[in-house]
């Protein structure tokens, strides 16, 4: 089944946070992407390589109080922008799984995007005294994004001792997980639901 251009762009603008997202799930993996936060830039950008979405971010917020409402508030929006560009679902895989080397650092991710938001999370971050980002905060930006989304979301880390390699890890698995997910099934062009529904 082939595709008409699944895109979509969402706004957010708060007293806390302003971003604009633009996306396209048949894409090439091409992205543009300007956060504030360069760890998270460096993140989001394989994510857009490794899924094939082409993925266009602007986004700034009150980060002089710390980083949390601009990483979750992103998770937020590109989770909306995940739904919103699926559309009906109709003739997708609707499943997705990956499992994710990086150096040392190993994670599983499994997806399901079925429309009923669950999120499971199990990645214990290393503690370090310098730190490019605040690993914990990945947390909520997975949930924001599973929650926005409306998939059941399960990550999990099974070894790592670099958090810069756990974290790509984690995004990488992630993006791969997704493509297999929302890429399109031979079987079938319907609902993949004996709901008939998703």
Do not use: W
């Not at 760890?39 to 390589?49: A, G, I, N, R, V």
């Not at 390699?165 to 992630?174: D, M, R, Y």
């Not at 609902?191 to 529904?197: A, E, L, N, Q």
Request: charged share 25%; aromatic share 10%; proline share 3%.
């Amino acid at each position: 089944m082939k595709s008409n251009k699944r895109s979509c762009s969402v706004q957010r603008n708060t007293k806390e946070t302003q971003i604009k997202l633009s996306l396209t799930l048949d894409g090439k993996g091409k992205s543009k992407i300007k956060t504030t936060l360069p760890f998270l830039d460096h993140m989001l950008e394989l994510f857009s390589k490794h899924s094939g979405i082409d993925l266009l971010l602007e986004a700034k917020g009150d980060t002089h109080i710390d980083d949390h409402h601009l990483v979750e508030d992103i998770g937020i929006v590109l989770g909306e922008g995940l739904e919103k560009a699926l559309g009906n679902k109709k003739g997708i895989y609707r499943y997705g799984n990956f499992l994710l080397p990086m150096d040392e650092a190993l994670s599983y991710i499994v997806i399901d995007c079925g429309g009923r938001p669950y999120f499971e999370y199990s990645v214990p971050f290393k503690a370090q005294s310098k730190s490019p980002f605040g690993f914990e905060l990945f947390e909520d930006f997975f949930q924001a994004l599973a929650m926005n989304a409306k998939m059941n979301l399960h990550i999990h880390l099974l070894k790592g001792r670099n958090n810069h390699h756990i974290a790509e890890s984690l995004f990488k698995g992630f993006a791969k997980a997704l493509a297999q997910a929302i890429s399109y099934s031979k079987r079938g062009a319907g609902i993949p639901s004996t709901k008939g529904v998703l």
